[in-house]
């Protein structure tokens, strides 16, 4: 362990305070505290279902007062874990003690949609093909009146 080397600075009477006071400041930062690294953003941690399985099993052999405090100090664990993953364990899911995807879950699509889809299709294809009928007609009703009209001439 390293030294830190502290000067003393007098204070000396005056606005009422003591006489002869003395006040240690510190001279050199540690380099523990020049090392630290902080990440620009904080992960998740994730803990791999063996070692939810193996903190669980050494929590449940804790008898004695403090055990079980020290066992979670020493890995660096909330109690609230140990209950989560005592919970899965006792409600049988394998999966649980396994990490959680996160976000939205996936559903398959719903085949009526797609069966809704396809009718919309259909319906949009009759529908076209039915105002082309209705165009044919009107075209064959102007031919044949322009037909009638040039025979009432020629008679």
Partial sequence: MKLVKQQ???VGVGDGGTEGARRATVVSPSPAAAETEVSARAERRRF???YKRQIVRQADRCTKAGEIGALLRREGLYSSHLTNWRAARDRGELEALAPKQRGPKVTAPDPRDKQL???A???ARWKKRAARAEALVEVQKKVAALLEAQDDEKS
């Fill in 8 to 10: 003393v600075v007098d």
């Fill in 121 to 123: 299709r259909e319906t």
């Fill in 48 to 50: 791999t279902a063996e």
């Fill in 117 to 119: 889809v396809e009718q």
